[in-house]
């Protein structure tokens, strides 16, 4: 038990001092451990995946999309648990928002809305919308608990400036993206898909600080994903069930409204969470 407990301690002693590499580790950890489940998943249930279709029915969509990140999020909240960081994961976030960050939240509320208007819903049964809204949850859930969740934790006990956070923070979001290429998407695409990512990671950023919660962030995230897929009928692409062309081209100039709000919050975002009060609550939650 001794030897167990100080092994244990020696693993969180060494996470718990934070830094962007470590930050970067686990992301690449993430990502790997990621599209090796992909492999898994693909090799055991390829037969009930569609590649022409991915949301042709729910068997595709779960086992196609859902499933690998399913099992790759399982990974993550053991190794979450493991280090004893829900308490501060989970809490209130250690430093305030400002009023001007709910804009952020309005970017992204705001397009999930022209989508759901967009969506031909007709197109879709209710087991493919309810096993799309999963997958959401599932993408919601794993992305924002590796970067805005353990990414930013990371960050924040390295002892750099909430600039310097959420700036790193969102270029790992967007390096989690990059690992697209693999699947065989045009390397431009995964370059554009690359840049979004780092403006979205840093409305996710801001819609976390000012809401107080990664709850929250999780839950915006989560909406993004299916309401974009099922409006355009496919995963970065205009599928044959894509909804309304009109809409959809405005809910599409969002995309760039983060990029270039991403590149203002830079220069907007101020203060610094002190490393001792970063790993407060994860010291009490060890000592418990």
């Not at 780092?198 to 996710?204: H, Q, S, V, Y």
């Amino acid at each position: 038990m001794t030897e167990h407990a100080e092994q244990g301690s020696v693993w969180r002693r060494f996470w718990n001092r934070g830094g962007w590499w470590r930050a970067l580790l686990i992301t690449v950890v993430y990502a790997i451990v990621y599209q090796l489940m992909g492999l898994l998943v693909g090799a055991l249930f390829g037969g009930l995946i569609d590649q022409d279709a991915p949301f042709g029915d729910p068997a595709g969509i779960f086992f196609g999309v859902a499933l690998p990140i399913v099992l790759a999020a399982a990974l993550l909240t053991v190794f979450v648990w493991s280090v004893g960081w829900w308490p501060s994961l989970l809490g209130r976030q250690p430093i305030a928002g400002r009023p001007w960050m709910w804009l952020a939240v309005a970017l992204v509320v705001i397009p999930i809305v022209i989508r759901l208007f967009a969506t031909n819903w007709s197109a879709y049964s209710i087991a493919v919308v309810l096993t799309t809204l999963f997958m959401g949850l599932c993408v919601g859930y794993a992305e924002e608990l590796i970067t805005r969740g353990v990414g930013v934790n990371l960050l924040r006990k390295g002892g750099y400036s909430e600039r310097v956070v959420m700036l790193l923070s969102s270029l790992l979001f967007g390096l989690l993206h990059s690992t697209n290429v693999l699947s065989g998407q045009p390397v431009v695409n995964v370059a554009i898909t690359v840049v979004y990512a780092f403006g979205f990671g840093a409305m996710m950023y801001l819609s976390m600080r000012v809401t107080g919660s990664l709850v929250y962030a999780m839950l915006l995230h989560a909406a993004t994903d299916p309401t974009t897929f099922l409006a355009t009928g496919g995963i970065d692409a205009h599928g044959a069930a894509g909804g309304s062309d009109g809409l959809l081209s405005i809910a599409g100039l969002f995309n760039y409204a983060y990029i270039l709000f991403a590149i203002v919050a830079i220069f907007l975002v101020k203060g610094r969470v002190r490393p001792k009060l970063a790993a407060t609550a994860d010291e009490a939650a060890e000592l418990g």
